[in-house]
């Protein structure tokens, strides 16, 4: 097996989370109820979500990540447990979560794992239960697990999340008088993305992380390093 993520299934799934689970674990399996009404907000309530071992959507379909999913097959936490692992925070956005998960799987090789948190928003969360819930799954991975680095980012081109939760539901560059994709937008989603690595993050993963700006450049998809 070349990597964990595996594809998604055809919805039908009704496992249950292991009761086999150590205490110390299932505190964790809760984490991820405070996102579970994304996908209302970009209006698609019906889209399948994938777990953090699964491959994102295809451009075109929204990724929001099914957190407990992970908890619900015991074989993925062992496999979890042999492996090198990496962890990804981005936006679950239809334009944009496949194209930076395969950014960063590329970065690595096969055996290790990468394990990807789509959530409206990614890394950048101005509410504080939602940038709560994120640092504890990655005090997760760094507690249990061989945790090699952690991806961050967030995007430009008008984020849902972030117009949601910080703008009321206006666009970020219209909230702000910017140009989409302009470098005023990106360098002001670039500094939310700085700040939320504190907020959203626990310290001892700091120097594992790298900051990432999705955004667009004639109509391209380019991924940037947030200094």
């Known amino acids: 097996m070349k990597n964990l993520h595996t594809k998604r299934g055809n919805g039908h799934e009704r496992s249950k989370v292991s009761k086999s689970l150590p205490k110390d674990i299932k ?3 809760s984490l ?37 999913k992970l908890f619900k097959t015991p074989q993925v936490l062992r496999r979890l447990k042999n492996q090198s692992v990496v962890l990804i925070f981005g936006c679950m956005d239809k334009r944009y ?11 690595y090789d096969d055996d290790v794992i990468i394990v990807s948190i789509f959530v409206a928003g990614g890394i950048v969360q101005k509410d504080a239960k939602r940038a709560k819930a994120l640092k504890e799954m990655a005090e997760f991975f760094n507690k249990f697990f061989t945790l090699k680095a952690v991806h961050a980012s967030g995007h430009s081109g008008g984020c849902g999340g972030i117009s949601h939760f910080e703008h009321q539901g206006k666009k970020v560059y219209d909230a702000l008088g910017f140009k989409a994709f302009s470098n005023e937008e990106d360098e002001h989603i670039s500094s939310r993305i700085k700040q939320s690595k504190k907020s959203s993050l626990p310290r001892q993963v700091w120097r594992k992380t790298e900051l990432w700006l999705v955004t667009e450049l004639g109509g391209e998809v380019i991924i940037l390093f947030v200094k």
Do not use: C, M, N
């Not at 994304?38 to 491959?55: A, R, S």
């Open 32 to 68: 991820g109820a405070v996102f579970d009404g994304d996908l209302y907000l970009v209006g698609h309530p019906t889209t399948q979500k994938v777990g953090p071992h699964e491959e994102p959507w295809e451009t075109g379909t929204y990724s929001l990540t099914e957190w407990s």
């Open 27 to 29: 505190r964790f399996v």
């Open 97 to 107: 979560a496949e194209a930076y998960y395969k950014f960063i799987r590329a970065k």
